[in-house]
């Protein structure tokens, strides 16, 4: 991948000519600059925040909360005292394997400025010690149907008009969970619920500028002060445990072995609404690890977790057209390097340049042997749907990447500081005062929120790029219901 140094050895008494700087064998880009280039990258898309908006973002965060405990006082569907996991970046980031061609398309700068994904339970299965056995009899690898004869009688009542409906030959009656229906029933009562708090708008409440269905997950945009935060929020099934068909995954040798415990990893999983490519929309669910992702992440060296922002912004300009390669895929590709490679390899600082250049070559190998295997279900191949076709243009749209990376690289920061320049402006046209949270009366912002929002600028300041647990109680919205790990804010 990389042309070796020069030796510097010489024989005693003689000069030794200077070393050749470290090239890429196929572009001859110099390693040196695409490293620099990654971290002017980095520079610009991991922004800082000041206790303004830190105070903004926690007064959406306390809007989209105080708007969920609403929609569950509507039927009392939703669990009563239910468990988030918020995710920093939108579905479109790939922070959860869900389909993009059914999203419409959004942009940094031009529709808002950060992002976040909410996976909300609607139903929960959590006192399971055993290893969960799903319906996988109807459904492609990674996916699952999902009968309500696991709940009680209540549970049933509550949720059969967002199920489908199969009755047996011995009469007996199935419902089965419906992620289309229950998207359809997510999005209306959040319509509901958002018509009835517009009615009776509070003095520093956040604007809401859009409110989508996009498939089967809800994308809100909201305008707290000169910020503009974008909400895809998921309903899911959530699980404590391990699904069966990931068991032997366990099993093997792992780069996080040793780092974190497996009773981190394997705490629980969810089902999000996507079907296979020929599975049955109403009632098909997939498995996601996305919990598990988070415990990940804590392993990954920064210089890869680098590399991996910046191919992610390449791949997602260069490949959404035919919509084939999301990057989920490149996240479970990094994973399976984080097993492949050794870790003294992976903490080397200086290569980010190497990972990229390989993150690039291992997603065109994908492509050209059209496999990619599911991390956490290997047999499940998340490539073996497309055409020879599509993925021969997706490989050679890379192979023009992998011929010059430095210029992909200047065009990702470009588009990445014009998103940057955008929001700059639309903060020197916005409101350059104090944004009240939406439970105070206007007046100057209470010590508590003064205080949430210096704690939660530490959180995103010392944790970038992790994912945060929310624990909420409709009943409750007053207080901050941030984990980081096992830590309670």
Known sequence: MAAPLASKAGSAGTTSKPPFPELDFRSGARVEELN???????KHDQREYDDQRALEIHTAK?????????????????PVANEYLLLSGGVREGVVD????????YARGTDYDMDFTLLVPALKLHDRNQPVTLDMRHSALCHSWLSLRLFDEGTISKWKDCCTIVDHINGATNYFFSPTKVADW??????????????????????????????????IILGVGSSRMLYDIVPVVSFKGWPAVAQSWLMENHF?????????VISGFYLVPACSYKGKKDNEWRLSFARS??????????????AYQACK?????????PKAISPYHLRSMMLWACDRLPASYLAQEDYAAHFLLGLIDDLQHCLVNKMCPNYFIPQCNMLEHLSEDTVMLHARKLSSVRSDPAEHLRTAIEHVKAANRLTLELQRRGSTTSIPSPQSDGGDTNQPDDRLAKKLQQLVTENPGKSISVFINPDDVTRPHFRIDDKFF
Request: with cysteine.
């Open 36 to 42: 620099k280039l990654i971290q002017e990258f980095t």
């Open 62 to 78: 306390d809007f989209i909360f105080s708007m969920l405990g609403m929609v569950q006082k509507l039927d009392q569907k939703l």
């Open 98 to 105: 869900i389909d993009l061609d059914e999203l419409n398309v």
């Open 186 to 219: 997510f999005y209306e009562s959040i319509s509901i619920v958002l018509s009835e708090i517009q009615k009776k708008p509070q003095r520093g409440m956040p604007k809401v500028e859009k409110v989508e269905k996009n498939g089967t997950i809800i994308s």
């Open 256 to 264: 996080w072995d040793g780092k974190i415990t497996e009773e981190e």
């Open 293 to 306: 992702e988070v415990q990940l992440k804590k392993c990954i060296s920064s210089s890869l977790m680098q």
């Open 313 to 321: 912004a390449i791949i997602i300009k260069l490949l959404s057209r």
